[in-house]
């Protein structure tokens, strides 16, 4: 079984969301088996940023799809984007 890299940009509901301490709270977040590679913390629009995050998870099936939902229950996240998959 292979692995994956997915990066996804997390998009807050509003400029008052502090995108750096999300970050740091982000392995709370992800599910077993889903290790996080990088992030950073990106300015978007008007005063927007977002977090541009890398993940690496086995191929497994539905690894991906826990980890969507769990980015998209995070309070303060508006958006979810799939921005690269690829095979490591």
């Known amino acids: 079984m292979g692995k ?5 940009n997390l998009m807050p509901e509003g400029p008052t969301i502090d995108m750096e ?10 599910p077993e088996g889903v290790t996080i590679l990088k992030g950073e913390v ?3 629009a008007f005063g927007l940023k977002i977090l541009d ?4 998870m086995s191929d ?9 939902e ?7 996240i508006q ?10």
Do not use: C, H, N, W
């Open 60 to 68: 497994s099936e539905g690894i991906m799809d826990r980890l969507e």
């Open 42 to 44: 990106k300015p978007f």
């Open 4 to 8: 994956v890299a997915a990066t996804y």
């Open 21 to 30: 301490a999300l970050k740091a709270k982000m392995p709370g977040f992800v």
């Open 70 to 76: 769990k980015l998209r229950s995070i309070e303060g």
């Open 53 to 56: 995050i890398t993940f690496l």
């Open 79 to 88: 958006g979810v984007e799939s921005t690269q998959v690829t095979l490591v």
